[in-house]
């Protein structure tokens, strides 16, 4: 195993987590997970969408998000 990519003191991988690809010869990028606030907002979203499928017992409902300063 390369030195580099060795998971050293418990610090997590090494070196890049793909290889170049044949046209740019750069590697992919890895997608990163999503954030806490992106998460919050697509819950928000998807329970919207579904309370707007049963709009006749919602009546009156108001939903909103504000964005929150870090502490």
Do not use: C, Y
Request: overall charge positive; charged content about 30%.
């Amino acid at each position: 195993m390369s030195s580099k990519r060795r998971d050293r003191r418990g610090r997590g991988i090494r070196g890049p987590l793909s290889w170049p690809n044949r046209w740019t010869d750069e590697p992919m990028p890895v997608p990163r997970p999503p954030l806490r606030g992106e998460l919050f907002e697509q819950a928000v979203s998807e329970s919207v969408r579904f309370l707007q499928h049963h709009s006749d017992v919602m009546t009156g409902l108001v939903v909103g998000v504000e964005e929150v300063p870090p502490p």
